[in-house]
């Protein structure tokens, strides 16, 4: 038995933290949506008790500190799963880029093997064991649209953001999530984005008024560690994307684009600055 799982990147419209946590976490508030670039994830049931992760991509680990196997190990541990699983990530999502797609893999991997094995897993049993793996990872799970509170975990389901194009280009850097929030001063944050705005603009369907109000925190700490995320932010603007933000702890930049005839510029403007480059449809 086979079964073959999509894993789409989300992208950040609004990232604010309220403060930092006692027990070290921070305390989110997102709005989060996902994008057509998807990740391919295939799982094969093996009768030996075991999990074997490959891919095409050489450059993520293939061992328990990949997500997707973190993931199956942790369904075969708590549902009792005596068979085991070949799992290949056709990768396609940029690595370590602030489009989540470790944590999508591992959405993916339990919804895939929930059904793989017959499991009977509901969405809120699969959205925890997702917070046992990572902030990201309950969003993954059933995607959509969202606000997330808490670390990531606690979600409220919103309608979705009108549709769109959405330019993504990352610069050929990575970054560490935890070095981003690590630096980050969470009592002197100097402007907050407004999650209220964009839920406004997405509720009035207004892509103008999204475009204004998009946000993210995390920009004071990557846009002066990192200088190249700060200039691809002013390139896509100047090349004409209406509302332009940094994903997650970055260094993906995102840029909305209303009219399919103004991407082939942008485009192509952008890949004089870097190779990952993609221009895909919101998912909604
Ligand atoms: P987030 O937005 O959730 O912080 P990200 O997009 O910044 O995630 P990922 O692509 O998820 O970053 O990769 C972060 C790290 O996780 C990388 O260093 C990578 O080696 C590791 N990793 C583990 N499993 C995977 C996977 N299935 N795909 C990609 N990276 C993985």
Known sequence: MKVFEKAPAKINLSLDVLHKREDGYHEVEMVMTMVDLADRIEMQELPRDTIIIS?????????????????????????????????????????????????????????????????????D?????????????????????????????????????????????KPPINVSTSEIYGKLNAAGIRKHPSTEGVLRAIREKRFDLLCGELGNVLEEVTLDLYPEVRQ????????????????????TVFGLVSKETKIPRIYNGLRGFCKDVFAVRLLT
């Open 55 to 123: 891919s095409q991509a050489g450059y993520i680990p293939l061992d328990e500190k990949n997500l997707a196997f973190q993931a199956a190990r942790l369904i075969k541990d708590r549902y009792d799963v005596k068979q085991g699983v070949y799992i290949h990530l056709d990768k396609k999502i940029p690595v370590a880029a602030g489009l989540a797609g470790g944590s999508s893999d591992a959405a993916a991997t339990l919804r895939g093997l929930n059904r793989l094995w017959r499991l009977g897993i509901g969405a």
């Open 232 to 251: 691809l932010k002013e390139v896509m603007i100047k090349l004409g994307a209406e509302g332009v933000l940094m994903s997650g702890s970055g260094p």
């Open 125 to 169: 049993e699969l959205q925890k064991l997702g917070a046992e793996l990572g902030s990201d990872v309950p969003f993954c799970v059933t995607g959509g649209t969202a606000i997330a509170r808490g670390r990531g975990e606690k979600l409220e389901p919103i309608e979705s953001p009108p549709q769109c194009w959405v330019i993504l280009a």
